[in-house]
């Protein structure tokens, strides 16, 4: 039985745990957009901007562990293990709660596929590391339905750069991608970036191969190619 005390505490942790984990998968995005982009951050050797961007990741993973773990012991919420993962089948808030659950579900098989990169091959780790893309909007959306503490102050605010620095990183990785071609090459290369074709590593069509760190931003796998 947990006392009315405790319970406040888990309340509380939940919902702090749960905004820390919009923040930093956003400051993981925008990492990884660069350092992808870029190869490199001002003032930092390529392995290091790989190394910050893969540890904020992780870190990220460990908000939402522990967000989620709160979720299920507070009895307030009333949340099973099966409604962290099944959408839409919890009786508190089934809609905000079913969005957290696609986006929990989205980004396990991000970090389960990172986990056995070398064993799927770069290609199909790469095509379901996409899945940040769905996987951050869908968590953004629903900790802003969830949870008032996002709509309101200074978290509001922090929250909204998110969204921006999100845009606009991944704005600028698009542009990129398309100068980087003559305008009739464009469709291809962008497709590509995407879904590269058999035998054809990830990247710009005809480029020798992969920069490091290519695929999209969030990567928690342990090694890096």
């Known amino acids: 039985m947990i006392s009315a005390e405790s319970g406040v505490t ?6 702090a745990t749960g905004m820390f984990s919009v923040w930093l998968l956003s400051a993981a995005i925008i990492l990884g957009v660069l350092v992808n982009q870029k190869g490199r951050l001002t ?11 893969r540890n904020i990741s992780l870190l990220a993973l460990a908000f939402v562990a522990v967000h989620v773990l ?13 409604d962290v993962f099944v959408p839409f089948v919890s009786s508190y808030q089934p809609v ?23 064993r799927i091959g770069h290609r199909t780790w790469l ?16 900790g802003l339905g969830a949870a008032t503490d996002l709509r309101s102050d200074w978290e509001f605010g922090l929250t909204c750069a998110c969204v921006v620095g999100v845009g606009l990183a991944t704005s600028w ?26 035998g054809q590593p990830a990247g710009r069509p005809g480029s ?5 760190g290519d695929g999209p931003p969030v990567t928690m796998h342990r090694t890096i190619p």
């Open 43 to 53: 003032g930092l050797p390529r392995f290091g901007a790989e190394g910050l961007h």
């Open 96 to 118: 905000w709660s079913g969005l957290g659950a696609v986006s929990a579900d989205l980004f396990a098989a991000v970090i389960i596929t990172s986990l056995v990169r070398q």
């Open 208 to 212: 020798p191969g992969p920069p490091a």
């Open 10 to 15: 888990l309340w509380h942790t939940s919902r």
């Open 173 to 198: 990785r698009l542009a990129a991608a398309i100068r980087a071609v003559p305008r009739g090459g464009r469709a291809t290369s962008i497709l590509a970036e995407i879904h590269p074709a058999p």
């Open 70 to 82: 709160t979720v299920v012991i507070d009895p307030y919420v009333n949340t099973s293990v099966a």
């Open 127 to 142: 095509t379901i590391h996409w899945l940040v893309y769905v996987a951050w909007p869908v968590a953004l959306i629903h």
